[in-house]
């Protein structure tokens, strides 16, 4: 019925009917469609059987043949997004209380797959604005919204978010193996094949960094 790199896309989709229709995922659940199910199909997982995902279409009252429709116009609307947060990131350092204003904003009306990069970049504010504790939060909200999406990331977000970690808890409590640590889980989540390349090339160097400063103070 639909690609398997549509299958997110069309999950997401399926998530915003069923919202905009006020229901819950256990308001969905029959002697037919488990609540596991409909979430998995929410989340893009590619084991789900086509006729369960076919059955949940039509429980919410959307007709199958017009999915392809569907799946264009959520591609659309998640590449304004896309390039709306494009847009954000490159203005923190120009303008970094618009920037979070905007953000708060999207965060507020964006419940979808972009969650992790709002707070991400929520993150980076509060580390421009010099707010440790705060951006610590954020960060570790976006790692928390990834794993939760249990899919491989094609962002780096994850790793970049434990950069920032790791830089924090040096900056902020001199804490050099717990630095380390939040490096090293940047390395391991990094995806060779994702977005974000030079983001293990900074990893790298924090790491090359910190254990030099270990070393020193031995």
Request: hydrophobic share 35%; charged share 30%; proline share 1%.
């Amino acid at each position: 019925m639909v690609n398997v790199s549509d299958l997110k896309t069309l999950g997401e989709a399926l998530r915003k009917i069923r919202k905009e229709k006020g229901l819950r995922l256990k308001d969905m659940e029959d002697e037919h469609i488990s609540f596991a199910t409909i979430s998995s199909i929410e989340r893009g997982i590619p084991t789900v059987k086509p006729q369960n995902r076919e059955y949940y279409c039509r429980k919410l009252g959307f007709n199958v043949e017009d999915i392809p429709q569907l799946i264009h116009r959520e591609q659309r609307e998640f590449q304004h997004l896309e390039n709306l947060l494009f847009l954000i990131e490159t203005c923190i350092n120009l303008d970094c209380d618009g920037a979070l204003e905007r953000l708060r904003f999207l965060q507020k009306h964006t419940k979808g797959g972009y969650m992790d990069i709002i707070l991400y970049l929520k993150g980076l504010c509060y580390v421009k604005k010099n707010n440790l504790k705060t951006a610590e939060k954020f960060f570790l909200q976006s790692i928390e919204h990834i794993n939760a999406k249990q899919f491989i990331s094609q962002n780096n977000i994850k790793a970049a978010c434990y950069k920032e970690l790791g830089r924090i808890y040096y900056q902020r409590d001199n804490s050099l193996q717990q630095a380390l640590d939040f490096t090293n889980k940047g390395l391991s989540a990094f995806n060779e094949n994702a977005d974000r390349q030079e983001i293990k090339h900074f990893l790298m160097i924090d790491k090359v960094y910190f254990l030099e400063k270990a070393i020193s103070h031995r």
